[in-house]
Structure formats: structure tokens, C-alpha cells
């Protein structure tokens, strides 16, 4: 089951970028545009959440 570490996460972006284009309102070119370049953030918000997830989850070593 080690794909689904890469795949939920990756499924949850997809699915997020999805909302914010699509809720509320059509979907126009300015706000795809917008959503594109707030994707790298989302990026690396998720990115630091996998890690500091990881890092609390590692068994202490001494």
C-alpha cells in the first residue's frame, strides 16, 4: 500500500484546484489562470505537511 502515500495526497490537490475553479462560479480564463499560480503554494503546504508528518511518525533514534 505505499502508493497510496503519493496518490491520496496528489488526489486531494487535484481535487482542491478542481474547487477552486468550479464553486461558486463558472470557470473563466483569470480564474485559471489564478488557480495555476497558486498551485506551487498549495504545493509546498502540502509538501511540508507529508514531511512534518513524516518526521513525527519516525521512530526516535538515539
Same mark, same amino acid.
Given at each position: 500500500?505505499p502508493?497510496?502515500? *503519493?496518490?491520496?495526497?496528489?488526489v486531494l490537490? /487535484?481535487?482542491?484546484? %478542481?474547487?477552486? @475553479?468550479v464553486v ?8 485559471? *489562470? #489564478?488557480?495555476i %499560480?497558486?498551485l506551487? /503554494?498549495?504545493?509546498v503546504? @502540502? =509538501?511540508? #505537511?507529508? %514531511?512534518?508528518?513524516? /518526521?513525527f #511518525? =519516525?521512530p526516535?533514534?538515539?
Amino acid at each position: 500500500m505505499p502508493w497510496i502515500e *503519493i496518490a491520496l495526497p496528489g488526489v486531494l490537490l /487535484v481535487a482542491k484546484f %478542481l474547487l477552486k @475553479l468550479v464553486v461558486d462560479r463558472t470557470a473563466t480564463l483569470p480564474d485559471f *489562470i #489564478s488557480a495555476i %499560480l497558486a498551485l506551487p /503554494v498549495d504545493i509546498v503546504f @502540502l =509538501s511540508a #505537511s507529508l %514531511l512534518a508528518g513524516h /518526521v513525527f #511518525s =519516525s521512530p526516535k533514534q538515539p
